[in-house]
């Protein structure tokens, strides 16, 4: 089995209802985002895209050479993981939408994709997307 890269997407959060009410959980939530801290919530990611590792890096080659965007999507293979939020919208839907044209079927679908999940993204800025390398 080979290393892969696995986008993974927060589908909801998750805390006990025995120990709190719809709007207690909804304030513990809004607190939490607000501090940087998950304080009893679980965040529940769904895997929404995968892909092998050297595509993976062949993919993100396309986006503009030594740009904001090819620096932070590389963070996968220094770090193992990143995390893109709402802060990251705009300038990764620039560069993957600009980078569609030089790249191939497979890479053009996963773009297309990942345009998909930063629009969640920009709808709800709770949303968010863990990227990690699986190694296998």
């Keep these: 089995m080979s290393d892969k890269v696995v986008f993974s997407q927060l589908s909801r959060k998750f805390i006990d209802e025995n120990e709190a009410t719809p709007l207690q959980a909804q304030q ?13 919530v679980i ?7 995968s892909c092998p590792w050297p595509e993976y890096q062949l993919w993100i080659a396309t986006l503009t050479e030594e740009g904001e965007a090819q620096r932070k999507m590389a963070g996968v293979t220094r770090y193992g993981e990143i995390v893109i939020d709402s ?13 569609l044209n030089q ?18 993204i920009q709808q709800e800025s709770a949303i968010y997307l863990m990227v990690r390398r699986e190694r296998g």
């Design 28 to 40: 513990v939530i809004y607190y939490g985002l607000a501090i940087g801290h998950h304080l009893g």
């Design 87 to 99: 802060s990251h919208v705009a300038m990764l839907a620039k560069a993957f939408s600009a980078a």
């Design 103 to 120: 790249q191939t079927n497979q890479q053009q679908s996963w773009s297309q994709q990942m345009l998909s999940m930063l629009a969640n």
């Design 43 to 49: 965040d529940c990611l769904q895997a929404v895209l």
